[in-house]
């Protein structure tokens, strides 16, 4: 490598620089004091696990993300964190094996081996909550509603989120008797949505005029609220299950929507984000203009069973770091950063440190002919027996 190239970061892998890093961690830290209040306990899971326990549970899209590399200590193999759902389930059956429901918060960074969409990073740093032990659907409004709160804190000004259910295609899929195989082969086919492709498909491999009416309409179930309804008939004849499923969304939505009003509420019956590992409903929130999710979550009942502890869960993370791109440049500090010419005056100091404990952004000079920043407003000057403010331009005109 030259020493021009000393640099460079590897492709996906950003550094953040002052302006976007007070921006994050005012992010993060909003997130956090709000998920404390509503009683989610923080944690820090590690950064890199026995891949053993860190890719179990959340299917082969997080397989694919994970680096991998060998511990020097124990000769196994161990993953740097993709996603921080699975630590969160294995610290709730062993490191914090609290009986009842258990609140879990936490934020941090996660490193992919490859960007989920172009042009996005590789390291992105995230938010989230985690439910455990309560499979009511209580616990589904609870969790969804603090989504739209996080939104609503960290000042993301329109609030759009896609509900869906995987139980709708899983129970579909189990009916028409598919295969392994033919359930992946659809399940890719509805991810990009492409109906002519559906349409082949379905006439290349189903016959029973049922299923052929249920996979060839269920690209079609999406929309606002009256898709609900349109669903009921479109899946007529259907297991038990789907209908179940749509009246668990329809009874969520209900609730959700009467706390948040401004909220847009969009279905998608095929909706399968997540379907290797989510078991009932799953969610994802949008930004105007920008293509990839913002925050995602769902229910995942089955995933503490590989750990020993089978309990309901439901939870959801923010990726901070893409909202801080998406948000338009707001100002953090209180009030104006306020500069104090170098000094050794005692008194200075302690007006310094006055001025720092009620919250101000004081920056001290070296040497008193330092010159004051760009960022500072304010000059701390002797006036008479005390220290006063005064606004830096007033001193240069």
């Known amino acids: 490598m030259s020493y021009a190239d000393r640099w460079l970061l590897p492709d996906g892998v950003e550094e953040i620089l002052p302006e976007a890093a007070l921006q994050i961690e005012s992010q993060r830290r909003q997130l956090l004091d709000l998920y404390q209040r509503w009683g989610y306990d923080l944690v820090i ?113 329109q609030l759009h989120i896609d509900l869906g259910h995987v139980a709708i295609y899983r129970s579909l899929a189990a009916a028409a008797g598919f295969s392994e195989s033919q359930e992946q082969a659809f399940f890719d086919l509805l991810q990009k949505k492409s109906a002519a492709d559906i349409n082949s498909w379905v006439g290349a491999n189903l016959s029973h005029p049922d299923h052929v009416a249920w996979f060839k309409v269920l690209p079609e179930l999406a929309g606002d609220a009256s898709v609900l309804e349109f669903a009921k008939t479109a899946l007529k004849g259907a297991p038990a299950p789907v209908f179940a499923a749509i009246e668990e969304m329809a009874r969520v939505a209900q609730i959700v929507q009467s706390r948040w009003p401004q909220v847009q509420l969009h279905y998608d019956m095929s909706e399968v984000r997540g379907y290797h590992y989510h078991t009932g409903i799953v969610f994802a929130a949008f930004a105007p203009g920008y293509g990839g999710t913002i925050a995602r979550g769902g229910r995942y009942d089955s995933i503490g069973e590989v750990f020993g502890r089978a309990r309901p869960a439901i939870g959801f993370t923010v990726d901070i770091s893409t909202v801080t791109r998406l948000l338009a440049a707001t100002e953090v500090a209180d009030s104006a950063v306020i500069f104090a010419p170098g000094s050794e005056d005692p008194q200075q100091w302690r007006a310094v440190q006055s001025l720092r404990r009620s919250g101000h952004r004081v920056i001290c000079g070296m040497t008193p002919n330092d010159q004051p920043p760009a960022e500072c407003q304010l000059i701390l000057v002797m006036a008479g027996e005390d220290y006063q403010l005064q606004p830096i331009a007033a001193l240069t005109e």
């Open 45 to 157: 899971p590690p950064m890199i696990e026995y891949t053993d326990s860190l890719l179990i549970g959340l299917g082969q899209d997080i397989d694919l993300l994970t680096f991998r590399v060998t511990d020097q200590l124990s000769g196994r193999m161990m993953g740097i964190r993709a996603d921080i759902t699975p630590q969160i389930a294995r610290m709730d059956a062993h490191s914090f094996k609290r009986p009842g429901v258990s609140r879990l918060c936490y934020a941090g960074h996660v490193l992919h081996a490859k960007p989920k969409l172009p042009l996005a990073t590789r390291s992105p740093i995230q938010a989230g909550v985690e439910l455990f032990g309560a499979a009511s659907l209580s616990a589904d409004v609870e969790v969804i509603s603090l989504l739209l709160e996080s939104l609503d804190t960290i000042g993301m000004p």
